[in-house]
């Protein structure tokens, strides 16, 4: 890994690039149209679209993805560097029929939209009723966001940390059919300084007692045959760096607890060596509440070796609801732990 850090960012969603340029996927460069006066250049544009999935039985669900094809739930993750300015353009594909069926106020428009946690935009891309911002079925709207970077001697923090997306419109004026529907994804805004993460991991907690929309068995999709890496198959290698950002939906309150690691309650969850560390502290457990998020790095089995760790809210009815997953770290060759999975004793809940 060197300074500029594969040359400039991961790109949106999962895996490495070697650059932020045209011909990326979902990736092009951006225009300088409608940036507000006090914000640079946009450094690229990036293709969003709100698309219906077909595969919850009878639930109307709906995802962002970088092609209509990958659309998904969580939404790819976006990454931005503090300093940079990009655009997202955002194509409706999901029908008026779908957004009348989930339509819960009857003045609120048939259309979805894109909100942002933590970076700055002016109102045209605030993605509410109120300010028009929002996008009719078939039609494409572009959003500009801008990553603050911190300014000690003015006293200003910058906008580096673990936020989130998502729609403000579908269903509500507050878009709460949109975020019940699977219209969000993880938003990370890291310093040059950061360390990059082999993987990133996105959990969302949700009301109905749902991690990323789907309850336990299907919140963990892994394969010890074929272990691919999604939001639904946390794969590791003993050893690797791993990143989890962590979403809260909705109206309840939830624990997010980790088996076998721990990580410090900061903005990264690495600790360097500076003066004020041992007031840092070392937590497994963070409460985590309606529209908050946070994020951190761990190395995978450091210290407790390979094995299937659970992930899971610690409210004890929730995890019983099926609010659970398992963190998979195999040994540093990439061999799954042994024995037979899941094990044979394995209920709803684990």
């Not at 077909?54 to 094809?69: A, F, L």
């Not at 993987?199 to 991690?211: N, S």
């Not at 409460?287 to 610690?314: E, K, N, Y």
């Amino acid at each position: 890994m060197t300074p500029t850090r594969r040359a400039v960012l991961r790109g949106l969603g999962a895996g490495p690039v070697a650059a932020l340029g045209a011909g990326a996927v979902g990736i092009e460069a951006a225009s300088a149209a409608d940036v507000p006066a006090s914000f640079p250049a946009p450094s690229r544009r990036i293709q969003l679209y709100a698309v219906e999935l077909p595969d919850y039985s009878n639930e109307k669900r709906i995802g962002y993805g970088r092609t209509p094809e990958s659309a998904s739930i969580p939404g790819p993750t976006i990454e931005m560097l503090e300093g940079e300015c990009i655009e997202i353009v955002l194509h409706n594909e999901v029908s008026a029929e779908t957004l009348e069926a989930l339509r819960t106020d009857e003045h609120t428009p048939l259309g979805v939209s894109l909100h942002a946690h933590g970076v700055r935009y002016d109102q045209a891309s605030d993605g509410t009723v109120h300010s028009d911002s929002w996008v009719a079925p078939g039609e494409s709207r572009t959003y500009v966001w801008y990553a603050r970077p911190a300014n000690r001697a003015k006293g200003i923090v910058g906008t580096a940390g673990y936020w989130w997306y998502h729609d403000h419109v579908v269903g509500t004026q507050h878009g709460t059919a949109g975020l019940a529907a699977g219209l969000f994804g993880a938003l990370i805004v890291r310093r040059r300084s950061d360390p990059l993460p082999a993987h990133t991991y996105v959990t969302a907690f949700g009301d109905a007692m749902e991690l990323n929309a789907r309850r336990y068995p299907d919140t963990d999709t892994y394969d010890p045959a074929d272990p691919v890496r999604s939001n639904t198959s946390l794969v590791a290698n003993q050893g690797e760096r791993i990143e989890f950002v962590n979403i809260a939906l909705g109206s309840e309150l939830h624990t997010w607890h980790l088996h076998g690691h721990t990580w410090a309650d900061n903005r990264t969850g690495v600790l360097a060596d500076v003066p004020w560390a041992d007031d840092v502290a070392v937590i497994d457990n963070k409460t985590i509440g309606p529209g908050d998020s946070f994020g951190f790095q761990v190395i995978a089995g450091d210290m407790s070796g390979p094995g299937h760790w659970m992930l899971h809210c610690h409210l004890q009815t929730h995890s019983d609801m099926g609010m659970v997953t398992f963190f998979h770290v195999h040994d540093r060759q990439g061999r799954p732990p042994a024995g037979e999975w899941p094990p044979p004793h394995a209920g709803h809940g684990m």
